[in-house]
């Protein structure tokens, strides 16, 4: 199973670059074999264009690397905190992209302001708050996973499968880590054109809360009617 989990993440890394999500190093995807308790993580700092899936770094939910000669992404604490927190999630993306991450950096949620958004989530993308100076310095990373989980509250984690980091960046998640990175192209575009939209209208206000849900529920939900049975 590793096997194939190792050539998904690879996979969905590649397509963080083919998006143009990523520069350079930036970014990482995971995914998690849940039975074996097993994160497989791209690896700290190693060029895209140069990755294998033999270059994937396995670790248990601890953070402890057990296959790989390599370090994982910084961001491993981050991804394991997400995947503790629901028996549903089974893929995390972080990317720097330019228009989400302008959002994060400006401390804002991305407003619903139409129904392309609302396909996708019901309601804005959060933003969490920024991280204290303790946090920032002890456990950065798993205290930045604290944040996520401090913002989604008691809401389902794939009922809103994305989260803008205060000045840092958007985490995505999803069932599996090739659905975390459609997320993640989805959140970029739906940031890029709520940036266009206030360029345009400054006092641009999001959907009726009617025309949200008819379109929310189209797609999700027990009572879906969007694509084939």
């Known amino acids: 199973m590793l096997e194939s989990l190792r050539a998904e993440v690879l996979e969905a890394n590649l397509e963080l670059v083919r998006r ?28 895209y264009n140069e990755m294998t899936p033999a270059h994937m770094v396995v670790t248990d939910l601890k953070g402890r690397v057990v296959e790989g000669n390599l370090r994982p992404s910084t961001d491993l604490a981050t991804h394991i905190a997400l995947y503790l927190s629901s028996p549903r999630v089974g893929g995390v993306v972080h990317t720097h992209s330019r228009h989400a991450t302008a959002w994060a950096q400006a401390g804002r949620e ?16 959060p933003v969490t708050e920024a991280l204290s100076p303790a946090e ?24 809103c499968p994305a989260m803008l980091v205060h000045g840092h960046g958007p985490f995505c998640w999803g ?10 192209v989805i959140v970029e575009e739906l940031a890029a054109m709520a940036w266009m939209t206030i360029a345009i209208n400054p006092a641009a206000t999001p959907i009726a809360l009617s025309l949200r849900d008819k379109h929310h529920f189209r797609k999700h939900g027990a009572t879906a009617t969007y694509g084939q049975k």
């Open 20 to 47: 143009g999500l990523v520069l350079y190093t930036f970014g990482n995807a995971s995914g998690l074999a849940r039975a074996e308790g097993l994160v497989v993580i791209k690896p700290s700092g190693v060029p």
């Open 110 to 125: 991305i407003p619903c302001f139409g129904t392309t958004h609302a396909d996708y989530f019901h309601g804005a993308v």
């Open 136 to 159: 920032v310095e002890t456990a950065y990373e798993a205290n930045t996973g604290v944040a996520i989980l401090r913002t989604l509250g008691t809401r389902d984690a794939l009922s």
């Open 175 to 184: 069932a599996t880590v090739t659905e975390a990175v459609h997320t993640a």
